[in-house]
């Protein structure tokens, strides 16, 4: 079945260095999602990303989608305290259920 | 308000026993999901339903029994439960099955004694 592999499982960085974590997929995505999940949180939706190629922006966090669609990343500009969290990718292939990585755990030390 | 709600919010019981975990969500979606998260926070799909029918069911024992009486609750019962069972459960639902966002609720995390 569909895998979806995110690297790395966990980063801790000072405050003010970038972040970025990886997601590759054995299949070819229709479709990638971001979701950030605070300590003790739920997921929450970050973004959708749909075409080969495509970047997307919020504030300090870049999205990428590959041109081949099996891979993305999200890149943190400056991270702050506030960025703590485990950040998930989840891909989807046609009709097949999402499917999520195991996620990447930042810690900011102030 | 809140979008996702589940209760109960802890539940701790003792091996052996039955319990349930109630969903409801007043988005209007028309899909809803289990999920499971385990100790090491991967988060694994259990079931899905898209308006009040059961369209995914992975790899779950059958001790666990979705039902959904309307599009807008899902409810999880548990038949003996047992100490792997412990995890956090997340509840969530997307406007359709498919390429849509998830809401997840708070989740309910369960403790077996």
């Known amino acids: 079945g569909q895998q979806v592999m995110q690297i790395p499982q966990y980063q801790h960085v000072q405050e003010g260095e970038d972040f970025t974590t990886y997601c590759n997929s054995s299949?070819?995505?229709?479709?990638i999602q971001w979701y950030k999940q605070r300590p003790g949180g739920h997921p929450v939706f970050l973004i959708q990303?749909?075409?080969?190629?495509e970047v997307k922006k919020q504030k300090r966090l870049t999205f990428q989608f590959g041109e081949a669609k099996k891979n993305s990343s999200l890149h943190i500009t400056a991270t702050q305290t506030t960025d703590v969290g485990t950040y998930f990718c989840?891909?989807?292939?046609?009709?097949?259920?999402?499917?999520f990585g195991k996620g990447t755990m930042l810690l900011v030390s102030p | 308000d809140t979008a996702v709600s589940q209760t109960p919010k802890y539940l701790v019981t003792q091996m052996g026993n039955d319990k349930s975990i109630k969903c409801e969500q007043n988005?209007?979606?028309?899909?809803m999901y289990w999920y499971k998260q385990d100790s090491k926070k991967f988060l694994k799909i259990m079931f899905s339903?898209?308006?009040?029918?059961?369209?995914i069911n992975e790899t779950v024992p059958n001790r666990f029994s979705p039902k959904s009486p309307d599009k807008a609750h899902l409810n999880l019962h548990i038949n003996s439960l047992e100490l792997g069972d412990s995890a956090v459960y997340f509840c969530a639902s997307s406007q359709v099955h498919g390429n849509q966002p998830q809401h997840f609720g708070d989740g309910t995390r369960l403790s077996i004694l």
């Open positions: 988005l209007g979606h028309d899909t």
């Open positions: 299949t070819t995505l229709s479709n």
């Open positions: 339903y898209n308006n009040k029918e059961l369209i």
């Open positions: 990303l749909v075409k080969s190629g």
């Open positions: 989840a891909g989807q292939s046609g009709y097949s259920t999402l499917t």
